[in-house]
């Protein structure tokens, strides 16, 4: 397996926003996260049958179904997977799994040899008629500040399963990412960011990206993405992990209190409410986040001082207002 992309695969990324490559991870690289998750399942389903909040625990459910039967009877198993405010489940079959070498290698074919984990990564559980799993159309820079609009930012959208039109697998708009960020409105389905339909430039049609188990589709900050309810009885688990170059802003070495709207743009992080990480760095190999313990506890820090940084504020208003004005 090449550890980088071929020049084709560059290309399409650059000429169409986007790019599928099917054969990123082997299954005993993904196994272990599977696994770390069941074990978070589990132990969150043995305290809620405990407390009396579930009628059993679902163990012989596979992964790709259990989530769905105890999600039935009760919410909060979502929690520990998903986190409250951004971030969620972290451990360490994760973090091996976001800095695989052939995944790093991908992104170096794209970013360049010096990578920056971007803060922004979600451990996501897509549940059959679940709304918050849907996630409407929008471009991830509709999240990011504005003075990180023309940097790259790639988004890595990896499954767990394999992903199909019929469980929910994205949606992308090809060669739109030249357009700049478009509008986006708050409160859209699911309570997410929304790019809506008028505001979708018409010239291409939205193709969708079925992806294996394995595969990951690589998407810039500015490839309007979506992915719609599913009915089928799956979980379609996927990550969402972000690399930029450490050109790029960042918040590399600081805590949460070194924020400061005031501060030149330059030195404000693309998405300052979660920690930045170093995952690649052959001129400075000794800022590399290198041990789980390392990455969580510049995660931790983030995630449990009162002084977190704010999101960026991009001026977006509720769809309803919009609708009324
Ligand atoms: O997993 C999904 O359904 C949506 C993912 C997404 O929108 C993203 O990674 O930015």
Same mark, same amino acid.
């Given at each position: 397996?090449?550890?980088g992309?071929?020049a084709e695969?560059?290309?399409?990324?650059t000429?169409?926003?986007?790019?599928m490559?099917?054969d990123?991870f082997?299954d005993?690289?993904?196994?272990p996260?599977r696994d770390?998750?069941t074990?978070?399942i589990?132990s969150a389903?043995q305290?809620?049958?405990?407390?009396?909040?579930?009628s059993?625990?679902?163990?012989e459910e596979?992964f790709?179904?259990?989530?769905t039967r105890?999600?039935?009877e009760?919410?909060?198993?979502?929690?520990?997977?998903?986190?409250r405010?951004?971030g969620?489940?972290?451990?360490?079959a994760?973090?091996?799994?976001?800095?695989?070498?052939r995944?790093?290698?991908?992104m170096?074919?794209?970013?360049?040899p010096e990578?920056?984990?971007?803060s922004?990564? =979600?451990?996501?559980?897509?549940?059959? &008629? /679940?709304?918050r799993g %849907?996630v409407?159309?929008? +471009?991830?820079?509709g999240?990011f500040?504005?003075?990180?609009?023309?940097?790259?930012?790639v988004?890595?959208w990896?499954p767990?399963?394999?992903?199909?039109?019929e469980?929910?697998?994205?949606?992308?708009?090809?060669r739109?990412?030249?357009r700049?960020?478009?509008r986006h409105?708050t409160?859209?389905?699911g309570?997410?960011l929304?790019i809506?339909d008028?505001d979708l430039?018409?010239?291409e049609?939205?193709?969708t990206?079925p992806?294996?188990?394995?595969?990951?589709l690589?998407?810039?900050?500015l490839?309007?993405?979506?992915?719609?309810?599913?009915t089928?009885d799956?979980?379609?688990w996927?990550?969402?992990?972000?690399?930029?170059?450490a050109?790029?802003?960042?918040?590399?070495g600081e805590?949460?209190g070194?924020?400061?709207?005031? =501060?030149?743009?330059?030195?404000?992080? &693309? /998405?300052?409410?979660? %920690?930045d990480f170093?995952v +690649?760095?052959?001129?400075?190999?000794e800022r590399v986040v290198?041990?789980?313990?390392?990455?969580?506890?510049?995660r931790?820090?983030f995630?449990?001082?009162?002084?977190?940084?704010?999101?960026?504020q991009?001026?977006w208003?509720?769809?309803?207002?919009?609708?009324r004005?």
């Amino acid at each position: 397996m090449p550890n980088g992309l071929t020049a084709e695969q560059v290309r399409h990324f650059t000429d169409e926003g986007y790019v599928m490559v099917p054969d990123v991870f082997t299954d005993a690289e993904i196994q272990p996260l599977r696994d770390e998750i069941t074990g978070v399942i589990d132990s969150a389903a043995q305290d809620m049958l405990a407390a009396g909040k579930i009628s059993r625990s679902w163990a012989e459910e596979p992964f790709e179904t259990r989530l769905t039967r105890v999600f039935g009877e009760c919410a909060e198993i979502l929690s520990p997977i998903v986190g409250r405010a951004g971030g969620g489940h972290s451990g360490p079959a994760f973090f091996e799994f976001i800095t695989n070498q052939r995944l790093l290698g991908c992104m170096e074919s794209l970013v360049g040899p010096e990578i920056i984990g971007s803060s922004v990564y =979600r451990i996501r559980p897509k549940m059959p &008629c /679940y709304e918050r799993g %849907a996630v409407p159309w929008h +471009q991830d820079s509709g999240y990011f500040s504005p003075h990180c609009d023309e940097e790259l930012i790639v988004t890595c959208w990896i499954p767990l399963v394999d992903t199909y039109p019929e469980n929910g697998c994205l949606q992308v708009l090809p060669r739109a990412h030249g357009r700049g960020v478009m509008r986006h409105f708050t409160h859209g389905p699911g309570g997410f960011l929304v790019i809506q339909d008028e505001d979708l430039p018409t010239s291409e049609r939205p193709v969708t990206v079925p992806v294996p188990a394995g595969g990951a589709l690589f998407m810039t900050n500015l490839t309007p993405h979506c992915s719609s309810l599913h009915t089928v009885d799956v979980v379609r688990w996927a990550v969402d992990v972000r690399y930029q170059s450490a050109t790029v802003p960042n918040n590399i070495g600081e805590l949460p209190g070194d924020y400061s709207a005031a =501060r030149p743009t330059h030195e404000i992080a &693309c /998405y300052p409410p979660e %920690a930045d990480f170093v995952v +690649q760095s052959p001129a400075q190999p000794e800022r590399v986040v290198d041990s789980w313990h390392a990455f969580h506890e510049i995660r931790q820090r983030f995630e449990t001082q009162g002084d977190r940084p704010p999101g960026p504020q991009r001026g977006w208003v509720p769809v309803a207002t919009a609708d009324r004005a």
